[in-house]
């Protein structure tokens, strides 16, 4: 029964150490009832192993036996011990049941099953402590660990630690037995210089030679170790350095650096600038504005004087304008006249997506403001954030962020010190909380500049650059109504550009007209390949609105004509008036008009009825909408008399059919008008046509020369 037991229990399959344990600990209960058999066996026959310390140790290497292979050592005991061997007469009996093979084991494994056989051997009994040697020797004793899968190296490593970490944990295991079993891998190299030598029957005398040369052969190889460990570990380094520079760069990039910005609302926009290189003298051309200012610096400058009289400044002031005119220059300037700091935010920062980032921020921006006192706080597009509060799904808690603004407006006095600007392209849009007395009170325009402003401040830009004596800044400031001073700072630095292309030495003329033209029409397209036969129709076309220009006394007075095309333009005619044109005259229109005809009656005159072009759609649209505006808002129709038809769609047909009929009775007028001059002047119309064949383009001076019959300088 005994022995049986003992055979059929390899089919439990327990890893190598809790067999040792078998063999070995009287106190382990832990494994099943046949191993716990075979340690009163073991307690049996060897009481005490501390006793037979003495035992001579014999291991496999010595016995020479290092290279017998696992499944040999059962028949080698056999054929060593056979009187010991008492078990087989059990196995026999098994046997009997088993046809294939002697056990399940072998039957499961293919080879027999060393340790049951061993246990139930004689040989285990009487010489248990020369086995425990041999097992310490042995290098690939069998570990039977069911797995599946695949094998890695991390699991193989992953098997050795606990198996050693469980051999560890019991202390009647042999130093040795422990010792051999993790350096059983390791042994194979001290092995191999004794193995080398005698496989090389290397003499004797020349052994420690040998040795030196191993050893330095060895401490070589430990150097270039060594080597590769540092280059690894400085790639290491130089990877770990990258990353965090990578991290640097993320955070740095825009987008990620808003969104960091944003969901954590750590953004405070409250780095104040001093502002004492900006000062009223860099704003040009808008006086009034930099007038009520003044007295906004005085307050910064000395609040006192205010406070004594018991005045009150207001605590905002609203710079309403169009993009571009200077507001924020302007703000600047305040804070530089009064060498306080300047604190700067837009309003679309203000407008988060997130709960309470925005009045956060507002929070932040004007506690920092008053610790600093006296200064300038100025908000950009005020009506990003300061707009009319309205129900919104995309700006959910813009509320919240006026709301705060409001407070803080409301949590100062107006003699603090802080002075918010707020600056609006749009004011109507502003919420009307904002814009009432003690928050933004004071209003103060800023327009675009007159002829004047924009004189200033084209010389204001052309002094930062070099440019030709000859430039007369009046005459880019004529023809340049309604830029704002952006758009001639724009102007100018497109000049400078434009020089620098053509290899110039200074800014000329030229250059300017050039980039106003660009701005204005568009880029120059001189790839097009037009025909000579359009290029003489366009000449003709340009030269009749000159003509008609020129000899209408009305009429702006001619600055430049071209054929060459720019934009959606074959050639151009400009015209520039003397002076910003507040208000115009009905004759002064009228030859606006006039002009605008020259262009058509040209192409009939000169290329008969069947020739004219499509080119003139603009001419008329521009034609039909001042006779239109003469009509119905002017007053300037004797049938319709002094009265305005604002919306002509609501107005009964008698009267629609009256208004259409006073228009095509001015269009007509015009043209009958533009076609006697053109008729009259035939002559100069033909010379300024073929003048603009030859030279593309023509100033004011040139196109006089050409009318006056005059011949021009070759170029
Ligand atoms: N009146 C001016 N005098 C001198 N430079 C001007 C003037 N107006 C505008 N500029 C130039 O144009 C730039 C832009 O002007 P600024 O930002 O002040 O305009 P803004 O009115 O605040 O425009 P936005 O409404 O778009 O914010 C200025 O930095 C300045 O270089
Ligand atoms: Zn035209």
């Known amino acids: ?80 011990l056979p009187g010991f061997c008492k078990g087989k007469s059990i196995s026999s009996h098994w046997h009997t049941s088993h046809v294939s093979a002697q056990s399940f084991f072998e039957n499961k494994y293919g080879y027999l099953d060393m340790f049951s056989t061993l246990r139930s051997s004689c040989l285990y009994r009487q010489h248990s402590r020369t086995l425990k040697s041999i097992c310490s020797d042995l290098q690939c004793w069998p570990v039977f660990i069911q797995s599946r899968g695949f094998k890695t190296l991390k699991s193989r490593t992953r098997r050795l630690q606990s198996t050693s970490e469980r051999l560890t944990e019991t202390q009647h295991i042999t130093p040795s037995f422990v010792k051999g079993f993790l350096l059983r891998d390791r042994g194979s190299d001290v092995e191999s210089l004794d193995k080398l030598m005698k496989t090389k029957n290397i003499p004797e005398a020349h052994q420690d030679a040998f040795k030196t040369g191993f050893a330095e052969g060895f401490l070589k190889a430990q150097a270039l170790t060594q080597k590769t460990n540092d280059s690894l570990r400085r790639t290491r380094l130089i990877l770990f350095v990258l990353l965090l520079f990578g991290i640097y760069g993320l955070l740095k990039n825009p987008f990620l650096s808003v969104r960091f910005r944003t969901t954590t609302g750590l953004d ?5 600038v001093q502002m004492k290189n900006v000062t009223f003298e860099h704003v040009k051309g808008v006086e009034e504005a930099k007038q009520e200012l003044q007295e906004v610096v005085e307050f910064l400058k000395n609040p006192q004087k205010f406070t004594v009289l018991g005045g009150k400044l207001p605590k905002g002031i609203l710079l309403v304008g169009p993009p571009g005119t200077g507001k924020t220059l302007l703000a600047r300037a305040v804070a530089g006249e009064a060498d306080v700091p300047f604190y700067y935010a837009s309003g679309s920062e203000f407008d988060e997506m997130f709960v309470g980032v925005g009045a956060s921020r507002i929070r932040n921006l004007f506690r920092e403001a008053k610790a600093n006192a006296p200064c300038v706080i100025f908000i950009d597009e005020l009506d990003s954030v300061g707009g009319k509060r309205i129900e919104s799904p995309m700006h959910p808690y813009s509320r919240q962020t006026i709301n705060q603004l409001l407070a803080e407006m409301d949590g100062f006095k107006p003699n603090e010190g802080v002075i918010i600007i707020g600056a609006t392209n749009f004011p109507e849009a502003l919420d009307n909380a904002l814009i009432r007395p003690g928050r933004f009170d004071m209003q103060v325009t800023v327009p675009r500049p007159d002829v004047k402003g924009r004189t200033e401040i084209l010389k204001w830009y052309l002094n930062k650059i070099k440019f030709d004596q000859s430039v007369d800044p009046e005459i880019i400031a004529r023809g340049t109504v309604g830029f704002s001073g952006a758009e001639l700072e724009n102007l100018v630095n497109q000049a400078a550009l434009k020089a620098a292309v053509d290899g110039k030495e200074m800014v000329t003329m030229k250059e300017l007209e050039f980039s106003k033209d660009k701005i204005l029409m568009g880029p120059e397209r001189r790839s097009v390949e037009i025909d000579n036969k359009n290029k003489t129709i366009t000449a003709y076309h340009e030269s009749g609105h000159a003509i008609i220009a020129y000899y209408t006394k009305d009429a702006m007075p001619i ?70 505006r003469m009509v119905t808002k002017f007053g300037m129709s004797e049938k319709l008399g002094v009265m305005t038809y604002s919306d002509t769609g609501k107005l009964s047909p008698e009267t629609q059919s009256a208004i259409e009929q006073e228009i095509r009775i001015l269009l007509r007028d015009s043209y009958e008008r533009a076609k006697h001059i053109l008729k009259t002047h035939a002559k100069e119309h033909k010379n300024l046509a073929e003048a603009l064949l030859t030279y593309e383009t023509l100033d004011a001076k040139e196109i006089q020369i050409v009318l006056e019959g005059k011949k021009l300088e070759v170029r």
């Open 1 to 80: 029964m005994f022995s049986l037991s003992s055979t059929v229990q390899p089919q439990v399959t327990v890893p190598l150490s809790h067999l040792i344990n078998a063999f070995h600990s009287p106190k382990n209960t832990s494994i099943s009832v046949s191993v716990s058999a075979s340690q009163n066996h073991h307690r049996d026959v060897v009481p005490d192993h501390e006793a037979t310390g003495n035992e001579p140790v014999l291991n496999l290497r010595d016995l020479g036996l290092s290279e017998l292979k696992i499944g040999q050592i059962d028949q080698l005991v056999d054929s060593l």
């Open 268 to 272: 405070s926009a409250v780095d104040p």
């Open 559 to 628: 600055n430049k004509a071209t054929i060459m095309p720019r934009g959606p333009t074959l050639g151009h005619v400009s015209l520039l008036p003397e002076n910003d044109r507040w208000n115009e005259t009905r004759s002064q229109l009228l030859a606006q008009m006039d002009v605008s005809m020259g262009g058509r009656v040209a192409e009939e005159l000169i290329f008969g009825t069947d020739h004219i072009t499509t080119g003139a759609s603009s001419d008329f649209d521009n034609a039909t909408k001042i006779a239109k």
